[in-house]
């Protein structure tokens, strides 16, 4: 990668507006901080280095040197040209009138120090095979944070690497890429007890499942446009564990809408939720009562007729 200055020439001493400082210090990432000078300082040799060899040299992550080269070129202090090379916008020339003061988010892993995670890095044969394997199903460089992220799961709260995969695969599929996420998902899950492969497995299962059946009742009564508010994904989620089919929801739905011209859900589950599938029961023709037990015995008819005839033989 060529580095150079798009001004002025090659000096043994470059000036760093006190401004520059000011500005940037407050917020700027330290790694991107010794980045940029480490650029600036090759510049003046007149020296070129790959993003790889720069990192090596500074001890920082590869992608961390690219995401250094896009914070610097958002900014303006740089210009990433097409051919892959930096030019650096002479500091000196540089003014910054105010401060650049954000409030930030503490992060939940930020009392580690990457200068620590490092040292243990390279001493860490297992960690160091730990990033190789995150890296290659994650199909990106690991930043900065993301090896933060990694080193809090696997090391601080001693979760399963196998759990952070199993979760990072399940974020995949659902395009929930960002570490973040995957990094809050597998400690939440953990928390709440689904500490072994089988039950994590099982409970992204059942979450694939209830939402393909929300989608399936989205589009029976026609929500489009917006998610499904917390009282309305109760009453699907009951219509699920009850296994109430498409055709139930369905029918519900224009039964609902005919009867009170609009969709309501508490309506709806009185009628999904009718054992007897909202048909009447037949009513029995003979009351129920004690006396539906009473059995009367048959007469003996032939015992009756020789009774009555010879009743009339002795009149």
């Known amino acids: 990668m060529a580095l150079k200055l798009s001004k002025g020439r090659k000096k043994s001493l470059l000036k760093l507006p006190v401004s520059f400082l000011d ?26 280095m790959t993003n790889s060899e720069i990192a090596n040299e500074l001890g920082v992550l590869q992608a961390d040197v690219q995401n250094a080269w896009n914070y610097w070129g958002q900014e303006g202090l740089i210009t990433l040209l097409e051919d892959g090379s930096v030019e650096f916008e002479n500091p000196e020339e540089l003014v910054f009138d105010t401060p650049k003061i954000v409030q930030q988010k503490k992060k939940p892993y930020e009392a580690i120090q990457f200068s ?4 243990v890095i390279q ?24 090896v933060m992220m990694l080193y809090d799961v696997v090391r601080i709260k001693e979760i399963p690497l196998e759990l952070f995969l199993i979760t990072m695969a399940h ?16 400690t939440e899950n953990y928390r709440d007890g689904l500490t072994t492969s089988e039950a994590l497995e099982q409970h992204f299962t059942r979450m694939e499942e209830s939402g393909k059946y929300l989608k399936k009742v989205s589009k029976i009564i026609k929500i489009t446009g917006r ?12 219509w699920e564990f009850h296994h109430k089919t498409e055709e139930e929801i369905r029918s519900a739905y224009e039964k609902t809408v005919m009867a009170i011209g609009k969709l309501s ?3 709806m589950d009185k009628i999904i939720m009718n054992e007897n599938g909202n048909k009447p029961t037949k009513k029995s023709s ?19 007729t020789d009774a009555l005839i010879r009743k009339q033989l002795e009149e």
């Open 171 to 186: 974020c995949q599929k659902i395009r929930k890429k960002n570490m973040k996420y995957i990094y809050k998902v597998v």
């Open 123 to 146: 001493k860490d044969e297992d960690f160091k095979g730990t990033i190789q394997i995150v890296e290659s199903l994650y199909h990106e460089l690991l930043t900065q944070d993301d």
């Open 286 to 304: 003979v009351k129920s009562g004690p006396l539906n037990n009473f059995h009367q015995e048959t007469p003996d008819f032939q015992q009756i």
């Open 23 to 48: 500005y940037y210090l407050p917020v700027v990432n330290g790694d991107y901080l010794k980045i940029y000078l480490f650029g600036l300082k090759l510049c003046l040799e007149n020296r070129s």
């Open 265 to 267: 859900f508490p309506y």
């Open 227 to 238: 998610e499904f508010v917390e009282k309305e994904k109760e009453y699907i989620k009951k």
């Open 116 to 119: 620590d995670i490092f040292s």
